[in-house]
């Protein structure tokens, strides 16, 4: 029986191979995603699937969209992707950082396919990446925890030890400090994108040890509902979460995704598509503040709002000096700012974070 | 040590109510591999108790009809199983599988509408006078009522097993089906209300996720905590006591480990990560390591089909 299986399986592998290569000709450009989470997660998943239905919406019947959800990030991934590229996409976004080494294995097996890559560093021919600055979001969010903390102890749940993470957290950290010079935070690891049992346990574990404002970089809202049922203060990440203002939600970070995604989709239409990297932040719109609500005092509000339109339109870099690294040596002189390389990289913590990144 | 800002007694009261979702399917699990059949669907039949649960709750305005609701609804999903492999001999191992991914599947599709509501708060069952205590007051007394509800029936389930005539059949049906028909004993009966008894108890489990803990729908919230417990089942040979004790060692430990690190405790944090992991089945491996025993205890028809006539 298995043998049937395998057999018919290498039988319609083989005579679907010989169309991946042609062009898509005059029919509908096919787009494909893969999704670390569910659809329906509220968070990261939820945004870049607007970002597939804003693609299906824009371009009508000349775009045909496939997704799955829900796929694990390593060996499945690949299978995933395959899986797709076989059934005749043309273009494919792999939406987390994990699908790094598989997007690009897949990639190499599937030269005429264009892979796109979402927060990774690795590009090749066919394979572009893309990612926002996420950072600078968490500069405003640092800056409003900094002042709505009562008791100076600020929480961050973080999801995996890689650069992007790294970022959000000193970014975070560098704003609340600026806001109240006496804020402490920790951050909690729980080396996953989406469990919302354990997001939620993890926001229960940092408020019951005295902290009063939750930052998250997972992609659930548990976190929102835990600190709803606390009193404490949290933002939304990756979507508004708008389902949880004016309080616990005070603010959020939106990913737009969108504009990107129809203009990739688009420059394969258009046959003018090429590898690129792609980094936007608050200025061209991929990373958008959601509403401060009116739980924030009116003067922090106008604060943090001047704050992000510094930093939308380039006056103001998240990372300015003097900063030093967390042991101490001196890593961005007064009025330096950090250049893309080191950031890209990050992996070190700041002065004044308590804890070790772990490896 | 020095456990900084981390307050003993929300901790044991956190971790109580960490372990309720893994420790009730963990002895639904029990129960139905007792009887002989190997079921891995308990994460989908979690998932359906917390989505239903969620559902009837929302709608109802009551979380005692929610919890009514996940048991139901996961112990129909459970019979499905039972239709399936007791009655067309389906294969357990790929059966239940397949029960996880349309549990999965249809729960996302039941929750659709469902995202982003807050379901009625499920009040603690403050015992009078009792949870006044100072320490002990709050963490034994002053607990969600599944808390309780989940430690008698893993009392239930020890004495069932143990005492009664029906357990006594359950665990015969699960060691010899053969020996079992030939008494005049129903196996197909046992195992179907066994099977049911599984599910309804997985429900529970997801209900306590999705109306207590997060307390929210979101699509595939349970996350594999039902492969958790499974794994809890075997390490636990078949025992509830040990059950008892893997499921609120990893819940224990898993909310130990998160405050830790919240307390800023200098322990490497990829340890702490996998410590749940590591502490469950290595005290679990070592309290049951008499093999002759921990296998005598293991049911011997696990798993294998039975057909009445053969």
């Known amino acids: 029986m298995l043998k049937i299986i395998t057999l018919a399986a290498a039988a319609a592998m083989s005579a679907s191979l010989p169309a991946v290569g042609g062009s898509h000709g005059d029919g509908p450009v096919k787009a494909g995603f893969v999704y670390v989470g569910p659809i329906g997660d509220g968070g990261w998943t939820y945004e870049h699937h607007q970002g597939l239905l804003a693609v299906q919406e824009h371009f009508g019947d000349k775009v045909e969209t496939v997704y799955q959800e829900s796929v694990p990030e390593g060996a499945d991934a690949e299978r995933a992707m395959t899986q797709m590229a076989l059934q005749g996409a043309d273009i494919i976004f792999t939406t987390s950082f994990g699908y790094m080494d598989p997007t690009i294995n897949v990639a190499a097996k599937f030269p005429d396919v264009k892979f796109e890559h979402a927060t990774g560093y690795k590009r090749a021919d066919n394979v572009s990446t893309y990612s926002a600055r996420f950072y600078e979001g968490r500069a405003v969010q640092g800056h409003i925890a900094g002042k709505m903390t009562k008791t100076n102890k600020i929480g961050y749940i973080a999801s995996f030890p890689i650069p992007e993470v790294i970022r959000g957290i000193n970014s975070a950290y560098i704003h609340a400090k600026k806001a109240n010079p006496d804020v402490e935070m920790s951050v909690i690891w729980v080396y996953t994108w989406f469990d919302p049992p354990k997001e939620a346990d993890a926001a229960k574990a940092l408020i019951d040890n005295g902290v009063d404002v939750v930052l998250q970089h997972t992609d659930s809202t548990a976190p929102q509902a835990a600190a709803a049922e606390a009193g404490v203060i949290s933002f939304g990440q990756a979507s508004d979460m708008s389902e949880y203002a004016p309080l616990p939600r005070v603010s959020s970070i939106i990913d737009n995704w969108a504009p990107y995604y129809i203009a990739r989709v688009q420059a394969v239409m258009d046959g003018t598509w090429e590898s690129v990297d792609t980094w936007d932040g608050i200025g061209p719109g991929m990373v958008e503040i959601g509403e401060i609500t009116d739980a924030v005092p009116a003067d922090v509000k106008a604060e943090a709002e001047a704050l992000r339109d510094a930093i939308g339109s380039g006056e103001y870099h998240a990372f300015t000096g003097p900063l030093n690294k967390q042991d101490g040596s001196p890593w961005l002189a007064e009025g330096e700012t950090a250049d893309d390389g080191t950031l890209v990289g990050m992996n070190f913590y700041v002065e004044g974070i308590t804890g070790e990144i772990p490896n | ?310």
């Open chain 2, 1 to 310: 040590m020095d456990l900084g800002s981390i307050n003993p007694v929300l901790l044991v009261a956190a971790l109580l109510l960490a372990s309720t979702p893994i420790l009730l399917a963990a002895m639904g699990e029990l129960v139905v591999e007792k009887s002989g059949v190997l079921n891995l669907g308990v994460e989908g039949m979690m998932i359906v108790g917390a989505v239903a649960g969620f559902i009837a709750a929302v709608e109802s305005g009551s979380p005692a009809l929610g919890f009514l609701a996940a048991a139901a609804a996961a112990a129909v999903l459970a019979l499905l199983f039972g239709v399936l492999t007791q009655v067309l001999l389906s294969n357990q191992v790929a059966t239940g599988l397949g029960l996880t991914l349309f549990g999965l599947g249809i729960s996302s599709l039941m929750g659709q509408g469902y995202v982003g509501i807050r379901p009625p708060a499920s009040p603690r069952l403050e015992l009078p006078v009792l949870s006044e205590l100072p320490f002990l007051g709050p963490v034994l007394f002053s607990q969600h009522a599944m808390v309780y509800l989940s430690l008698a029936i893993v009392v239930g389930v020890w004495w069932y097993l143990r005492s009664t005539r029906s357990g006594l059949i359950l665990r015969a049906v699960g060691e010899s089906h053969e020996a079992a028909h030939a008494l005049g004993y129903s196996v197909l009966g046992t195992r179907l209300a066994a099977i049911a008894f599984g599910g309804a108890l997985a429900g529970l489990g997801g209900a306590c996720l999705s109306l207590v803990i997060v307390p929210q729908w979101t699509e595939g919230m349970t996350a594999g905590r039902g492969w958790i417990a499974l794994a809890i089942v075997v390490f636990g040979s078949w025992r509830a006591w040990r059950v008892l004790l893997g499921a609120y060692l990893f819940g224990g430990v898993s909310v130990l480990q998160l405050n830790l690190q919240a307390a800023g405790i200098a322990i490497p944090v990829e340890l702490l990560s996998m410590s749940p992991y590591l502490i469950t089945i290595l005290v679990l491996v070592i309290i049951s390591s008499d093999k002759r025993r921990a296998q005598a205890n293991a049911p011997n028809s696990l798993g294998r089909t039975f057909h009445a006539s053969g």
